[in-house]
């Protein structure tokens, strides 16, 4: 089977530097997976995509070897499942607030006896190789999104959990959660607090974790603090970004001067 | 009908800022279209986009006051109409060589008697208003690609062609054509000497004059000399672009030092 | 944040006419958004519309002023906050039929500390303007389908769920729950009985009452009533009727005479 | 093969009524489909479909009886020849304006040695049957559309093209042509004029003569010239027209009266 | 309403022929449709098909006799109810595992009184007719899917739910889930005493029993056992089939000799 | 830039194996792309593909060292030009009929100086390389078909044409353009001696030869005879052909015999 990269460098405690993608198209997923990052993860939960085109996303990242991450839209197994027989390689599943919920996801993403997913990996098999059934279970990453304040009361609960490889982090969630603003970097004390709790929590019990930024500045930051999975921006952001970089650079060159020359 | 934002700055000598669409989804037209570009033109001649996803995108662009533009594929009528009925309201026609091109370019984008284009504005009537039959010939925008040396050689032949709003440069293939180098910016001597020439014989005609630039110091530069419609990279570049420097940025800090810290 | 043209009628106690979109289309959800509605629902529950195709029509509707509702499948918050990420300003949720489900719906569509949204207004953003997230809860409107015998029992339990702004009768599945003939207009009297107690409770409780009708004639006589969303008919509907009409109209005129003349 | 109702209600001296299909989508072209017209037209040329959702709509067509019908955008051969090999038993050119445009039109149509239409009828096989290659020649329907002052000129020479089936007028473009204002019905004098002429003509040569009407009542009268293809509104037009009448109908009972009450 | 041809199958104690399509294509279906199989399953639950494409599919079917069915991803009322509303004429519900799942199961697919379908045929009234509403109870066919160690152990509970009216075995999940290697065909002793035990409890209980084969070698002798409802491969399995056999035929004679000829 | 596998092949004088893509979708073109062909051609001229599909279908096959190659609908530029900017490595052109004809089509397909191809690689650079300008010329692969009467009589002129790689020969319209039945490997005599002729001519011209076989017997005859590019069946055929040997193979054994038993 192929291997997983995320993996791969997790073994050499590197830390792994993941896109994502919010465009629902597979040449914005193929331009992306051209550009050096080790993962990319196609969002299905927030914004726009959606399992009809998650087919040529996930087929234009198989063109390189970036590994390719689901965000599921919830913790449902239909789609969990799918978007493993699809061939993602990782999957991030929002909103695990208890062990329970935590049992479920490693169940619904693990062949028996390990889970109970369904057997069917039609286009795992094409891109994970003809062995995919017998390495599945212990390629794939399965990250638990712990984002609210009931996840972070069963914290220990969820972590110990057989099964689970990591967490991830949305700084977002955790801060409106917690009663804080929401965003990605510059998250208020009572969230910051919590983000570091969760990453001692995580690290002693030997799960990986992961994280949204916003800059490559926060990404750097919490790779120091033992993050080994850090996102940053998306492509829609970094479009709208570079695009508002040249409009406010072009402003004052769009209209003559007041004495009527350019 | 809705009128022409381009045609508008144009009358008050103003440049015209255009964003440039590769990616064929409504969802990243969406976000370009609302970062304050004056114009956005989806490219259906190279690349990647199609008819099919040309409604959507235009939709999105409608949702903002920006100017939906579209580069056609080629000279050729049936998709020139269309473009048209389904609410551009500037075209951009490709390798346009000789009088007798541009003669068809304004007789296919003009209803009778100015020209024979077919009677249909399905969308344009939705998103121009209902005097869109009578006021479209003169408010639509007209750009004749100037990029070989066939054309420089009719040069005024074209120019010279009743109902033509403007020309438009691709630095890439005047480069090619003229044995220079493909680039958008920084190109060779003749190619600058070419692109100075039909910018001054444009202006001499009474016609606008867009180019395509990789940077905004170039479009700059461009305006400075008389250009009026500048573009400046594409939703694709950017995006590419900003991963480069995101994963440049990050990539000394993904693994642990020598010494196995990080 | 763009206003709520729905809020803002209701706090006029004015009706709201709203339309019905079962062609999964953009360019039909287009065509219908120009023609005068106040508000139009994407209907996700019945028929062929699917998340692939919500995004082309909400941006369809966004080039006008009609407020976009969507109707969700089901009491799943996967694709209810999606709805939401995407711009939808309603959210008409099927089967709520006990004061748990009412309150998981009001969950689901607001933010913390009023309910448990996940934070990733993609789409919304774009459409609502930059302080979507402070003003979300409050501006979006939820509907909650009152269409079953175990709702009625629960009526008052369900009507009193903090944050549920509006309940929305479909006369044919509450008919049937009833053991009556499903229709829109001219129900059985049980039917008949139940949604006018239902529109006296949901009044009682501040809440707004929305329906669906076959015809403007029981969407006026509802009106007077006291409904205060009425939707009339779909494109579907309006289509199939509108063609029945041409196609009866020209049956006896296809065909020669017996004498053989027309 | 399957036979053509179109050329089996001609050969009764019936007229054939056709629908047209403006709206992109599958199951709108279903709908359509069930009203009980003869025909159904798909139209290329103006507005918003493409040749991505021709298939499904060709295939939602096929659940009937109903003929499908194509109008391409262009006398191209490409989009003319793939038409037929998606099982296009009709096929609408526009500006068929000299004689050489009109033998053009049947060669395209016409496997040899009638004409050179390329070998490939890939779904044509599964609509029409295995026998497809044999009777396609004399099964389809060529419809040359006269539409332009040069069409008129040309008349005689066109109409005597062996293997043109039929003409049909777009009454706004011939309008337009003839410096009249574009309508469907109530075309200015020398536009009627032309409508009486072409029909005389098209009659004198054996062909059938299609038109484009806007109101069953121009549809019928028209029949009583003589014409024998009638298109009546299209999907959109009836979906906005059905939606104006709802609209208008309510306006005056979404607002409580002056008095206070509804 | 049109007739059930698995139902009229049954009647007369033969056994339906399946065909399953893995291909997420209108075209494709069409083909297969066109094939002679008694009924076709579009597999939402494994694999690359989505919504969005369900509808293409299931007109592509309608173009023949074939029975359309949907095996959906998970016992869900949203997509179960959707895939009805869609036309499906049966269902295949994957994990039936205790009695609540199967009385569940029941419950969405079937109108009141005899369950909580809730009520918007849009595709289904113009696939079955009009009369739809009253005998879609009686005429769709629901199989549960028995697959998993828990589902044995609760079987005569399962099979005894009033309304359900087959089974369907995935061997590969059931082999899974009792420990053995997960195939179609030569599964092992476990899992053949299983499927002979479920195939003996369905009949006594009066149920159909179908099951997945992946050669008609096998679909053979599971029909003499009594199974009555076969699937033999799938569309994407016979293609990589059918492109092997000629890729390992061609393999030989793609290189010259060594003495230098073909 | 990745080099031309078909090039490579050719260089050691084996044939290069070419499978068909009729079914327009990302995910059946992905499973041919992983059966061992040495190249795919996705075709554009006949049946159901578009480019709104082809961009997937050019992805699915970029997962693997297939090499892409597009037939084209016609002799046009845009449609040509584009297939190459999305990364085909070859190009098939239908009906080159003329010397005209076929130094249009090495104009179409090569940067000046060799022709006139625009330039706007989008894709080519992703799947070829930063360098695909400088190469692209020398690596991609030009096929002209020659498949009528028509081009037999100049086909010396044709195959003179310098930049021409190779011809492919459609046995189906050639046979017909000669009068005889339109078919893929047992061609009638006149048909048969033209493909010989062609062979021969192409051989002497220094070009490679390519055709369609329905067989692989077929297939290994014209290799044998000297065709380096041999084509066999399609991936909608084989499905076709392989649900026929099951149906048939089933048949007998779906009803219970007369004795009433299986």
Redesign the interface.
């Known amino acids: 089977m192929r291997t997983n990269l995320i993996r791969e460098?997790w073994a050499?405690?590197?830390?792994?530097?993941n896109?994502w993608l919010?465009?629902?198209?597979?040449?914005?997923a193929?331009?992306?997976a051209?550009?050096?990052?080790?993962a990319l993860t196609v969002?299905l939960?927030?914004?726009?995509n959606?399992?009809?085109?998650?087919?040529?996303m996930l087929?234009?990242i198989?063109?390189t070897d970036t590994v390719p991450v689901v965000r599921v839209?919830?913790l449902?197994?239909?789609?969990i499942?799918?978007a493993l027989?699809?061939g993602a390689y990782g999957v991030i599943c929002?909103?695990v607030n208890t062990r329970d919920d935590a049992e479920k996801f490693v169940e619904y993403t693990s062949?028996?006896?390990m889970g109970?997913r369904?057997?069917?990996?039609?286009?795992a098999l094409?891109?994970g190789g003809a062995d995919y059934?017998t390495h599945a279970n212990d390629t794939i990453v399965r990250f638990a999104m712990i984002?609210?304040a009931e996840a972070l009361d069963n914290l220990d609960a969820i972590l110990s959990v057989e099964g689970l490889d990591a967490i991830y982090i949305?700084p977002?969630?955790l801060s409106?959660?917690l009663?804080c603003t929401?965003t990605f970097d510059d998250v208020d004390p009572p969230a910051a607090e919590a983000i570091d709790y969760i990453l001692e929590r995580a690290t002693a019990h030997g799960l990986k974790a992961g994280i949204h930024n916003g800059t490559?500045t926060a990404?750097?930051a919490r790779?120091?603090k033992g993050f080994r999975f850090?996102t940053?921006?998306s492509?829609?952001r970094?479009?709208?970004?570079?695009?508002?970089a040249?409009?406010a650079?072009?402003q004052g060159?769009?209209?003559?001067s007041e004495s009527g020359g350019?």
Chains 1, 2, 3, 4, 5, 6 share one sequence.
């Open positions: 460098k050499r405690d590197e830390a792994v530097l896109g919010a465009v629902p198209n597979g040449f914005s193929e331009v992306m051209h550009q050096g990052y080790d969002d939960q927030h914004g726009v959606d399992e009809a085109n998650l087919i040529p087929q234009a198989s063109t839209p919830w449902a197994p239909g789609i499942m799918k027989d699809m929002p909103m062949y028996a006896p109970r369904s057997f069917g990996p039609v286009r094409i891109y059934p984002e609210t949305g977002s969630d409106l959660s009663g929401p490559t990404a750097k790779i120091e850090v940053v921006s492509d829609a970094i479009m709208a970004a570079g695009s508002q040249i409009v650079d072009m060159s769009l209209k003559p350019y």
